[in-house]
């Protein structure tokens, strides 16, 4: 074996029934790096429209950018049922563009995602956005959705670098 390790290509999604954020990093071992990320707008149309559009959308991404994984957040349920049936559909979208290019689809909590990123589950937006910046070396602003699935992309390599040391250590 030549040492030599190969690249994954990471889609993280923050989905949303009226915007959908993505972002694309690409690890070789534990260093990540910024590809893409942006915002689906699907706007306030037919909800079966927007659900199309997160779809295509999404397909185009992974298109594009060639992701070989995904990495996507949770539906959390505050006290709209009805935002929450919503935001699920959403998801639904987004997983169905990812298996449908045959991506392997990691699902994370919100708090999994700030605890892997800040070091506590109830970090603010701010916090997880200096994080992601900071660990990317990015420069200025990113949206906000963009930043959260950036953030659940940076989230995954976390878990794996967790489960890989927990199979290294049961195997000895």
């Known amino acids: 074996m030549s040492g030599q390790r190969t690249a ?22 534990s260093q990540a790096i910024y590809v893409a990320s942006g915002v689906i707008q699907a706007g306030t149309g037919a909800f079966a429209a927007r659900l199309h559009t997160i779809f295509t959308g999404l397909t185009a991404v992974i298109a594009e950018y060639e992701a070989t994984e995904s990495a996507v957040e949770e539906v959390f349920v ?10 699920g559909q959403a998801r639904g979208a987004a997983i169905c ?20 990123l800040v070091g506590r589950g ?3 937006k701010s916090q997880v956005g200096y994080m992601v910046r900071a660990t990317l070396g990015l420069q200025g602003t990113l949206r906000e959705d963009a930043a959260d699935a950036l953030a659940v992309a940076l989230a995954h390599t976390q878990h794996d670098r967790l489960d890989a ?8």
């Open 8 to 29: 994954r290509r990471i889609l993280g999604i923050d989905p949303g029934s009226v915007k959908t954020g993505f972002g694309v990093i690409e690890v070789t071992g």
């Open 165 to 172: 040391r927990i199979a290294s250590g049961a195997a000895r």
């Open 97 to 116: 563009a990812c298996a449908g290019d045959g991506l392997a689809v990691h699902e994370y909590s919100a708090r999994a995602v700030k605890q892997a």
């Open 122 to 124: 109830g970090a603010d």
């Open 78 to 87: 505050n006290r709209n049922v009805q935002s929450a049936l919503k935001l």
